[in-house]
């Protein structure tokens, strides 16, 4: 059984001012490989007298090659290269085998799999503040959905409290967006602990202010509730304007239920006012 199976040498306090004081830069983006990839000088990778590459400069080179692959389509050939990266030590490719693994992503789908090597990556951890740290933050919001849910056939069991727990090392200490998100929406519902609205607000408004469009959603809808008509309709409706396709269902849903009860004045402001916060 994995009953220690979290995050064995991180502490969990739960004392949100001590928390407070940790991490001080903003999270980097969650999926970021190309960002990364950019990032990295083409020279970095030149061979110096037709040497093979060794250690970390063979591990980014396999990696580079498995990123064209995928982005190609030949999935089996990126699937190996990462393989061979994460044996050298790349963490972006273990992350990206993870991914591949939760996704069925040109692999046979296998969450329990796609678990053990996100455990590996937060348990090695990174330095905050470096190349890596993201990747470590990423691993810790996805931990924390599967033991929010369990995995079916697997030792991980559904354990809400827990996973409160990992989504708050993920927000407080990487400043992770959806971590906070996620943290927000348990606060709110009381999933897994006490509810606390005023808890959720925080997490939410810190999220929404690095443009997560469910937290201007989840936000919006709390303001609009508490009396704040017009702003809680204009945080709605950027929401809606930043939102991926796959949220934008339910955000227009809240959004839509909320003009319906509001008057013509407010919607009418709500909308400039989040067409506005949309374009900054």
């Not at 991490?23 to 030149?46: E, N, Q, T, Y």
């Not at 990423?138 to 599967?146: F, K, M, N, Q, T």
């Not at 003009?259 to 402001?269: G, I, N």
Request: hydrophobic letters at 40%; charged letters at 25%; glycine letters at 12%.
């Amino acid at each position: 059984m994995l009953r220690g199976y979290l995050i064995d040498n991180l502490t969990v306090i739960r004392n949100l001012g001590h928390y407070a004081k940790l991490a001080s830069r903003p999270a980097m983006l969650v999926c970021f490989c190309a960002g990364l990839l950019l990032s990295i000088p083409a020279h970095a990778f030149d061979q110096q007298d037709g040497a093979e590459p060794t250690g970390e400069r063979k591990a980014w080179t396999t990696f580079r090659f498995g990123f064209s692959a995928y982005k190609s389509g030949r999935k089996d050939e990126a699937f190996k290269a990462y393989s061979d990266a994460a044996k050298d030590g790349h963490i972006g490719a273990r992350w990206k085998l993870a991914k591949m693994y939760a996704a069925g992503d040109g692999v046979e789908e296998n969450d329990f799999e796609a678990f053990q090597i996100l455990r590996g990556i937060v348990k090695e951890g990174a330095e905050q503040g470096s190349r890596d740290s993201s990747f470590v933050a990423d691993a810790l919001v996805s931990i924390g959905a599967y033991v929010q849910r369990g995995i079916a056939g697997s030792p991980v069991k559904a354990d809400p409290a827990r996973a409160r727990d990992i989504y708050w090392q993920a927000a407080a200490n990487f400043k992770d967006a959806d971590a906070q998100f996620e943290l927000g929406k348990m606060f709110l519902s009381g999933e897994g602990g006490a509810v606390d609205a005023r808890q959720a607000g925080r997490w939410f408004n810190l999220s929404a202010s690095k443009g997560h469009a469910g937290s201007q959603a989840m936000l919006g809808k709390m303001m609009f509730d508490a009396g704040k008509t017009v702003e809680g309709l204009g945080l709605m409706t950027a929401a809606l304007h930043n939102a991926e396709e796959a949220d934008r269902g339910w955000i227009r849903a809240m959004q839509e239920e909320a003009f319906a009860v509001s008057s013509e004045a407010d919607r009418r402001t709500g909308i400039s006012y989040g067409d506005s916060l949309a374009r900054n």
